[in-house]
Nanobody
Framework: QVQLVESGGGSVQAGGSLRLSCATFGYTYSISCLGWFRQAPGKEREGVATIDGAGVTKYADSLKGRFTVSQDNAKNTLYLQMNSLKPEDTAMYYC??????????????????WGQGTQVTVSS
């Protein structure tokens, strides 16, 4: 089994920054792709970014330049650095793991393992 535990969410004013962390536990060798997703109230869960074992990253087009995904393999931890935050970034952010290689389209259906989520609230 794989467990994912997010942290680092909170409330911030527009223009501010946050860094989310996701600690991974268990059979992490079974994961080929790690990703971040978010879900705002009343909206579908959407892909934010992914990273594979080689450190290759992919981002949702609308978030390129503001968000950066990274990982520390020694700590089994995934990160999401979020800069220039906007009120529309307000959502629950989820860490996810997939046994498949990352694909160009960040599809939640490809991810089997999910964290419990961490709330990010951006005020104007």
């Amino acid at each position: 089994q794989v467990q994912l535990v997010e942290s680092g969410g909170g409330s911030v004013q527009a223009g501010g920054s946050l860094r989310l962390s996701c600690a991974t536990f268990g059979y992490t060798y079974s994961i080929s792709c790690l990703g971040w997703f978010r879900q705002a109230p009343g909206k579908e869960r959407e892909g934010v970014a992914t990273i594979d074992g080689a450190g290759v990253t992919k981002y949702a087009d609308s978030l390129k330049g503001r968000f950066t995904v990274s990982q520390d393999n020694a700590k089994n931890t995934l990160y999401l650095q979020m800069n220039s935050l906007k009120p529309e970034d307000t959502a629950m952010y989820y860490c996810a793991g997939s046994g498949f290689w990352c694909t160009p389209q960040i599809l939640k259906a490809e991810f089997s393992y999910w964290g419990q989520g961490t709330q990010v609230t951006v005020s104007s």
